[in-house]
């Protein structure tokens, strides 16, 4: 026992003892180890060490009662002490407060739009044993080593894949087509899809009424939206459709079931879903054709280990399908995994059938969230640690009447917590009252209100309100609290001493908003960037209607052209913007991918397209040109013609000879236009769209008058239109735009609030120098010019700081996620500085007047 | 007026009897030996804490000791309240146990 070690109390309990007892330590303390010694010298220092312990265990209900008694009076001393200094700094706390209201309310508007933005298809139960398998060409475009990666598949590989290989549980295939589908005297052009009977079984699609049964060749199940379109308050079960498919082809069908309503993250979905075997119908010869393909071949693997063996058999089946004589030779085959179809590569993969995750949109709004986060953040550490200068001689006081530094930090991260979680509150508030319904109404994306019930969105904020709280609360709390009373008492201890840290967190506090307000300007100005001031054609003015059939048609078109002010009318399959098509195009025996279009004889002339040589279809519908197409510019660029009118190419298998040249244009409002198209005749049978050129600023009164038509005409079909630059040009973007406009604003209005509470303080910590300097007699003019340049020197350090950063971020990261082209201008970073610039300048000058107005005397004047 | 518990009388009357220097630990062995079995420390500093807050003893602390770990300790006497306390119970108690007969000091008598 002669072991120093045990002459002393047992040291964990004696820790715990200290713990427990915190509050008044010493006393317990003194007694235990006084009562200790005792018991050693008399019974020996293992007795000794074993009361110890025990009076430690009874010391427990006792103290713990009291420690939660004391914690919860300080916890009510906290709140009281953190509420009345809100209410006494109104000015420093309003800005607090709405500055992260409003970062924290955009954040959750953001997020949730990023959360969407991946959660596509991601509601099918079986989402992680589901594949879609993706084929690969070699490009014949610009890049030739590249493998260009398509959604699309060659169609027998699902049941032949399912019946070679046990692994995979089950296989279905699902495609697309368009049909005019009549019942009851209603007729719509509409989706028709096919898929293989365990569609069902894979994917998640509940059915509310009937039975699906795909394998049953009469029958056809439809979307709950399909139901209430035709068959309104009747029973849809049992009811007979006539799908009409493009060939002419006609089979009567019997509703068999009803889906219920698609989530809306599903990005794949159907409307008429008919059995696979039902492609036979639209003059497929054999479903074991290797030639043709499908929209998609779903593979239900059930253990992840399979796949990359699974991925690797695939190539047997290449050679398969390359001798069938397809059309394009494919390099490989591959899996594409449902649940994780590969943030950065997925978007990647052409014609997929369902979205993929768009790395560029989600990066975008990610970063700007975070980055309004940020900016309110710093606003809020210079903020507090601005207001906590009035707060020093409090701070003293506390520290001498007992309080200890970490009560002190506790009592300043309750306030921030109390601060943030008033913030968070509004932040949810302004997200769903305002945010949300904005973006929803803005037609950029709908967000399900059922995230709303989810944890995750909790789980978001309170990982916001920790983030907020302690990232903006920490510094203050921890910098205030050491300081010592003595010189604080004292007055030797003021406030921004360290004038390096301030400097360096108030040049921080720049370059964020520099870069937030870069990245809105840029976001803001995406739409203008994304689209080309020349589109090609004369999208201006244009009337584009849904027609539904042959005399839907024949008789809008006359109507139409009686109309005073419309110039020219034509009916087409393929409508630029809306829809294309894609061709095998052989010229020479060289064989190359081109968009296809399908279109009216007139209706490049309708569009305004503009001749570049030869000349456009004729007038006559369908007999002249039947054999005939024109091309654009970049066509016959790549086949390199010097005369290209007259030249020929084959497209399946049939010849066509070209009779003119168009100059390029746009495809859809974000394509490029550098692709090779070809236009050829379509009957007038297949015309699904009418365009309508109408003379300026008669656009309403030409509307009214087709409406007025249509309706007399046609009353069980509603009358649709759109004007072509209104559904592609930039009004289609507005709405992005627009939100990204007004979050630009927001992040402004957030840091400018920011700038001035900071000025604010800066300038009230040098009322008395400014006060000896007018005594000493400086002009107003000298004092403006010394109270602002450290600012204005601050300011030039964060614009070298935060431009290269922004532009290195933007052409090395997101402009490589864009298939289009965007001009990495300098138009945002000018914009960005302008406004910081102006808006320090302002709030400066504010700040700056009360400076020049002040009276010596006031300042210096001894309170 | 709210009488006192038991603990709180028998603390009470040790730190009476000990006048100078009650501070736990002579309080806990006063009330030990006086009761006839031994009382955990908790069970002293309870009492004393809710007597504390009462305002029926008022404590001082010493200079830190040696022998305590560098530590002061906590000197306790009684208020002029908590004199009357006494005097009130040792009255009540006095009244209560006047008239019973039978249960003596030397068992039941009965």
Redesign the interface.
């Known amino acids: 026992m002669n072991d120093s070690k045990h002459n002393n109390p047992p040291r964990i309990s004696a820790y715990f003892l200290k713990w427990l007892v915190a509050d008044h330590f010493d006393t317990p303390s003194g007694d235990f180890e006084e009562y200790f010694h005792e018991i050693s010298e008399e019974y020996g220092s293992r007795r000794a060490r074993w009361w110890y312990r025990g009076q430690v265990l009874r010391l427990i209900p006792d103290q713990l009662y009291e420690k939660v008694f004391w914690g919860l009076v300080m916890l009510r001393s906290y709140f009281q002490v953190g509420a009345r200094n809100l209410a006494k700094n109104k000015v420093a706390a309003s800005i607090n407060i709405v500055g992260l209201s409003a970062a924290v309310g955009s954040a959750i508007a953001l997020l949730l739009f990023v959360v969407v933005l991946n959660d596509y298809d991601q509601f099918h139960e079986n989402r992680d044993q589901l594949y879609l398998v993706g084929q690969t060409f070699e490009s014949e475009l610009s890049k030739p080593d590249v493998l260009l990666r398509y959604g699309t598949s060659p169609l027998p590989l699902g049941p032949i894949l399912a019946a070679d290989y046990p692994q995979i549980k089950r296989s279905a295939r699902f495609s697309t087509t368009a049909a005019m589908v009549r019942s009851d005297g209603n007729a719509f052009r509409e989706r028709v899809s096919f898929a293989d009977p365990d569609f069902f079984e894979m994917l998640t699609f509940p059915i509310s009424q009937g039975d699906a049964r795909l394998e049953d060749p009469g029958s056809v199940v439809i979307s709950s939206e399909m139901a209430e379109k035709y068959f309104q308050d009747e029973s849809p079960l049992g009811q007979e459709v006539l799908l009409t498919f493009e060939n002419g082809n006609e089979e009567y069908l019997i509703v068999g079931a009803v889906a219920e309503e698609f989530p809306q993250t599903a990005s794949l979905s159907f409307d008429f879903l008919v059995g696979s075997e039902k492609r036979l119908a639209l003059g497929l010869e054999s479903m074991f054709d290797w030639g043709a393909s499908t929209d998609a071949t779903f593979l239900q693997i059930e253990r992840p280990e399979d796949v990359p063996l699974l991925e690797a058999e695939l190539n047997r089946y290449v050679p398969l399908v390359n001798e069938a004589g397809g059309d394009v030779q494919i390099q490989s085959l591959f899996l594409d995994s449902i649940s994780d179809p590969g943030f950065f590569s997925g978007w990647l993969i052409k014609d997929r059938a369902m979205e993929a995750p768009r790395p560029v949109e989600s990066g975008m709004f990610g970063i700007l969230a975070l980055l309004m986060l940020m900016v309110s953040c710093f606003n809020y550490i210079t903020i507090s640690l601005g207001s906590a200068a009035r707060r020093l001689k409090e701070i003293g006081i506390r520290k001498t009447t007992g309080a200890e530094k970490n009560q002190l930090v506790v009592q300043f991260l309750t306030e921030n917590l109390l601060v943030c979680f008033i913030a968070m509150v509004g932040g949810i508030l302004f997200a769903f009252a305002a945010a949300i319904p904005f973006m929803n109404s803005m037609v950029v994306l709908d967000i399900p209100s059922g995230y709303l019930a989810e944890p995750f969105f909790w789980q978001i904020l309170i990982g916001l309100l920790a983030f907020v709280g302690i990232i903006s609360g920490s510094y203050p709390a921890f910098y205030i609290s050491s300081f010592q009373p003595v010189e604080i008492l004292r007055g030797s201890r003021k406030l921004g001493e360290k004038k390096g840290l301030t400097r360096a967190l108030t040049t921080v506090q720049f370059v964020l908003t520099i870069i937030t307000i870069t990245f809105a300007t840029f976001a803001g100005t995406l739409d203008e960037k994304l689209i080309a001031d020349d589109w090609g054609y004369d999208p201006d003015p244009l009337l584009v209607l849904p027609v539904y059939n042959e005399v839907h048609f024949a008789e809008m078109r006359n109507e139409a052209l009686q109309q005073p002010f419309v110039s020219k009318v034509s009916g087409t399959y393929h409508h630029i913007g809306e829809s294309a098509g894609g061709a095998t195009v052989m010229v020479d025996a060289v064989e190359m991918g081109a968009v296809y279009f399908s279109v009216g004889p007139e209706y490049l002339e309708t569009m305004g397209a503009r001749v570049s040589e030869g000349r456009l279809f004729g007038d006559g519908y369908g007999a002249d040109d039947s054999t005939s197409v024109v091309v654009n510019r970049t066509f016959a660029d790549q086949h390199e013609w010097e005369f290209p009118i007259g030249q020929h190419l084959t497209i399946a298998g049939q010849s066509f000879a070209v009779i003119g040249v168009v100059e390029d244009f746009i495809l859809t409002p974000l394509s490029g236009k550098q692709e090779p198209v070809v236009l050829g005749v379509s009957d007038v049978s297949n015309f699904n769209t009418m365009v309508v050129r109408v003379e300026d600023a008669k656009l309403e009164q030409t509307i009214l008058a087709l409406r007025t038509f249509w309706e007399a005409e046609f009353p069980e079909v509603d009358f649709e239109y759109y004007s072509q630059t209104a559904a592609y040009g930039a009004e289609s973007f507005e709405g992005l735009g627009m939100f990204m406009r007004i979050v630009g604003v927001f992040a402004l209005l957030i840091s400018s609030m920011g700038l001035f509470g900071m000025a604010s303080q800066k300038v009230a910590l040098r009322i008395k120098e400014v006060g000896i300097r007018k005594t000493m007699g400086a002009s107003a003019a000298h004092i403006i010019f010394v109270v602002n340049r450290e600012f204005l020197v601050m300011l030039g350090v964060a614009t070298l700081i935060a431009t290269p950063l922004c532009w290195i971020a933007f052409s090395n990261t997101l402009l490589q996620f864009t298939t289009v082209d965007i001009p990495n201008s300098s138009t945002p970073y000018i914009v960005a500085n302008v406004i910081v610039f102006l808006v320090a300048a302002l709030s400066l000058s504010l700040q700056s007047r009360k400076l020049v107005r002040l009276a010596p005397a006031d300042a210096l004047r001894i309170d | 007026m709210k009488l006192l518990t038991r603990p709180e009388e028998y603390v009470m009357l040790a730190i009476w009897k000990l006048q100078e220097g009650a501070?736990?630990?002579p309080i806990r062995e006063q009330v030990s030996e006086n009761t006839g079995y031994t009382w955990?420390?908790?069970?002293i500093?309870?009492p004393l804490?809710r007597l504390s807050k009462k305002g029926m003893v008022k404590s001082m602390?010493t200079d830190p000791?040696r022998?305590?770990?560098g530590?002061?300790?906590?000197v306790y006497e009684l208020t002029e309240s908590g004199k009357k306390a006494l005097v009130q119970i040792r009255t009540v108690e006095a009244s209560m146990w006047s008239g019973v007969i039978g249960l003596t000091a030397q068992g039941v008598m009965r």
């Open positions: 501070y736990s630990l955990s420390l908790s069970a500093y309870t804490n602390i000791i022998v305590r770990g530590r002061h300790k906590r």
